[in-house]
């Protein structure tokens, strides 16, 4: 039974990533087309560096992944403190409102992004499809995921550390800042680099709430992929993936961090 479970453990792995492997390997591949390797280059990444469109993609997707995960992170951590150390109306109601952004379909919430957004522009002239409004969608669902996160670790500190400090003469925001954030940090962090990374692959919610001058890397890929899969596109994904799996690693290393 035990060899039984582990095969079965196996393949769903190779299921899960032996097509991001194939897409690393033809991403060095020297051949132009086909997925038969042909010799190894470095060629498509020298093409990438060497792109100004994908440069610039790049800086539109980094702005958009720095602001909307720094602006989520204050509020997520803010909403996780305030849901853990009060109480007040509909408290059980919001702690599920929370879970709304992480399982509904993205295709739902950039609709309803882009129905806002319209809604919002007839009656005030504003937001226009842009940067900034790619940065409001994101935030939309990254503020659930650091909320979630934050909270579990605010969960396992012990309220008298806090009581402590007050009687010792702190005040609520020194009692924050020098008992109750460094004690949650880890938790704060990995939210945050979660959110990040939530944010760096994003392709449905900024499809739906980019404008023109919006281009992130995400759009760039599958425009590109419509004309013709080329080792180009595969060491930009390859890029995205191995910084993508760095920040999940480092967020997951931090959230395993003992209080």
């Known amino acids: 039974m035990r060899r039984l479970l582990s095969l079965h453990a196996l393949l769903v792995y190779l299921f899960l990533y032996v097509p991001i492997l194939v897409i690393v390997a033809l991403s060095f591949n020297e051949s132009r087309r086909g997925v038969r390797f042909s010799g190894f280059t470095l060629d498509w990444y020298r093409a990438l560096f060497q792109d100004p469109r994908v440069l610039e993609y790049f800086l539109n997707t980094l702005v958009v992944a ?5 602006v989520s992170t204050v509020l997520g951590t803010l909403l996780a403190l305030g849901m853990v150390r009060y109480r007040f109306l509909g408290k059980e ?3 599920y409102l929370l879970y709304i952004p992480v399982v509904v379909p993205d295709v739902v919430m950039g609709i309803s992004l882009l129905l806002l957004f319209a809604f919002s522009r007839e009656l ?3 937001p226009r499809l ?5 940065i409001l969608g ?4 990254q503020l659930a995921f650091v909320t979630l996160v934050v909270r579990s670790r605010l969960l396992l500190l012990d309220p008298a550390l806090e009581e402590a400090a007050r009687d010792l003469g702190a005040r609520g925001f020194q009692t924050f800042l020098h008992v109750t954030l460094p004690l949650a940090w ?4 990995a939210g945050a680099l979660l959110a990040l990374t939530l944010s760096l692959d994003d392709f449905v919610v900024t499809f739906f709430t980019a404008g023109p001058g919006a281009t992130t890397l995400p759009l760039y890929i599958y425009s590109s992929v419509k004309l ?6 595969h060491a930009l ?3 995205i993936v191995g910084l993508s799996a760095c920040f999940l690693a480092l967020g997951y290393a931090l959230s395993r961090r003992r209080v």
Not at 66 to 70: A, P
């Open 228 to 233: 013709g899969v080329s080792p180009k596109v």
């Open 138 to 141: 994101h935030i939309t669902f």
């Open 186 to 189: 880890p938790g704060v962090a």
């Open 237 to 239: 994904s390859t890029l």
């Open 93 to 95: 109601l919001l702690r």
């Open 66 to 70: 720095l602001v909307s995960t720094l």
């Open 130 to 134: 842009s940067l900034f409004t790619v």
């Open 124 to 126: 005030f002239g504003f």
